[in-house]
């Protein structure tokens, strides 16, 4: 089925360790995003993309670092990861700036996080 | 400064009534305004979506919402609840003044309907 796919779903990390998550979509979407949920504070944004080899910071990209080497796939990556950031880490594409006419952004199942 | 609010944390509402999920929001430019729901372990899901014109929106599932420009406010309803509605949702501005592609979610609503 079309659409964005994340992996991993489920991560444990000790302070300290790094990792990267890894955001797919088949939907040809020329913007990708990563955000962060947290309790109380809705999703807010990390790093976005609005292209191929083209990557922004958004409200909270500190202790993250993303990449767009291929148009179906936006990287997130931690380098050494600290108790703050453990959350669930969404990952979201579209057509335009505004989102697809029908269905707005397209999001992907999440990755929960925990750093230990 | 853009920002979103739902100020409520959480709302109940028996199955069969009316319910209203509420959302203010401020931009500089005009708003794009979006409702998403969230079900348990899953990602959002979008709902409706205002850009321009009729201020009443239809979106999935029954739902609607109605953009009120003078009090900025951006509130989902449905006439009648049902169980299977109970999720998270989360309402959200873009601001066409704002060159930088940014979504601001609000901190969401729980959204319980009783049998």
């Known amino acids: 089925n079309a659409g964005v796919t994340q992996t991993p779903k489920f991560r444990v990390l000790k302070t300290g360790q790094s990792m990267t998550l890894l955001c797919a979509q088949d939907?040809?979407?020329?913007?990708m995003y990563w955000y962060r949920q947290d309790p109380g504070m809705g999703l807010r944004l990390i790093h976005y993309s609005v292209g191929e080899g083209t990557t922004a910071k958004g409200e909270v990209p500190d202790g993250y670092n993303v990449s767009r080497l291929k148009k179906q796939n936006f990287l997130l990556g931690l380098e050494s990861a600290a108790p703050s950031q453990t959350s669930v880490y969404f990952c979201?594409?579209?057509?335009?700036?505004?989102?697809?006419?029908?269905?707005?952004?397209?999001f992907g199942s999440g990755t929960r996080l925990t750093v230990v | 400064a853009q920002s979103v609010a739902q100020p409520e944390d959480q709302v109940n509402v028996a199955e069969g009534n009316p319910l209203t999920v509420k959302c203010t929001y401020s931009v500089s430019g005009n708003p794009y305004l979006f409702w998403y729901v969230q079900y348990p372990n899953r990602g959002l899901q979008f709902l409706l979506k205002y850009i321009t014109g009729d201020n009443l929106v239809k979106g999935s599932y029954g739902f609607e919402a109605e953009f009120n420009k003078s009090q900025t406010s951006f509130h989902l309803k449905k006439p009648s609840a049902l169980v299977s509605d109970s999720a998270l949702y989360f309402c959200a501005v873009r601001d066409t003044w704002d060159n930088f592609n940014k979504f601001y979610f609000g901190s969401g609503t729980k959204l319980n309907v009783k049998p």
């Open positions: 979201a594409s579209s057509r335009t700036m505004t989102g697809d006419a029908n269905y707005g952004y397209t």
């Open positions: 939907m040809n979407h020329e913007y």
